[in-house]
């Protein structure tokens, strides 16, 4: 399988963000730590995740095959810790996209 899929673990920071008329269309998925049954940074909603994804597409993943962003550095931490490639996501307000 080649390309990417985009999910976004806990859709509520990316409404806040950039809105909510597009936010949901930005992505092939939406991974809730709520169904999971722990929060981040806990391994274990990581691991859910990694879990769910590959369900997802149907094929194994390598943990360094999922980029990770979050805007809390506790988050991306314990992302990088787990294996997946992480980043500490910014938004600059004042540089926001019209709605965010």
């Known amino acids: 399988m080649t390309g990417l899929a985009a999910y976004v673990f806990d859709l509520d920071g990316v409404v806040r963000d950039f809105g909510p008329g597009d936010a949901a269309r ?12 722990v929060a981040k940074p806990d ?7 990694h879990a ?13 095959e999922i980029w990770f962003t979050d805007d809390r550095a506790e988050n991306v931490a314990a992302a990088s810790e787990f294996g997946w490639q992480a980043q500490l996501f910014t ?5 926001a996209p019209q709605g965010a």
């Open 26 to 37: 930005l992505f092939d998925a939406v991974l809730n730590s709520a169904d999971f049954g």
């Open 91 to 95: 938004l600059d307000r004042q540089q």
């Open 52 to 64: 769910a994804i590959e369900v997802d597409l149907r094929r194994g993943l390598g943990r360094g």
């Open 43 to 49: 391994v274990r909603a990581y691991a859910a995740a």
